[in-house]
């Protein structure tokens, strides 16, 4: 089992920046490929990006290429979701999420993933 907390959410103007943290214990954390999802009122779950096991490789959905960037620190088990100029179309609950990477594969449904977090709330609105 990995339980994974996330935080970091907030208020924040448009154009503004927001850095989520998620944290894992329980088990190792270097062997899973992390997502960061999220989920505004009324809309499906959404991958916003992910990143390989060992962070050499990463991947982000069209909307926020270039605002947003996801890092991690295996020896922290913690993932990170840099976001910059955001926007309140940006407004969400965001998650991160964790499964066993197998070889180059790009895991992008909620259903590929095994364990989550409880979710963090950004609001993007001045």
């Known amino acids: 089992q990995v339980q994974l907390v996330e935080s970091g959410g907030g208020l924040v103007q448009p154009g503004g920046s927001l850095r989520l943290s998620c944290v894992g214990t329980?088990?190792?954390?270097?062997?899973?490929?992390m997502g960061w999802f999220r989920q505004a009122p009324g809309n499906e779950r959404e991958l916003v990006g992910a990143i390989r096991w060992n962070g050499g490789s990463t991947y982000y959905t069209d909307s926020v290429k270039g605002r947003f960037t996801i890092s991690r620190d295996n020896a922290k088990s913690t993932v990170y979701l840099q976001m910059t100029s955001l926007k309140p179309e940006d407004t969400a609950v965001y998650y991160c999420?964790?499964?066993?990477?197998?070889?180059?594969?790009?895991?992008?449904?909620?259903?590929?993933?095994?364990?989550w977090g409880q979710g963090t709330q950004v609001t993007v609105s001045s």
């Open positions: 329980g088990r190792t954390f270097s062997p899973y490929q």
């Open positions: 999420a964790a499964r066993v990477q197998y070889g180059g594969a790009w895991y992008a449904r909620p259903t590929d993933y095994n364990y």
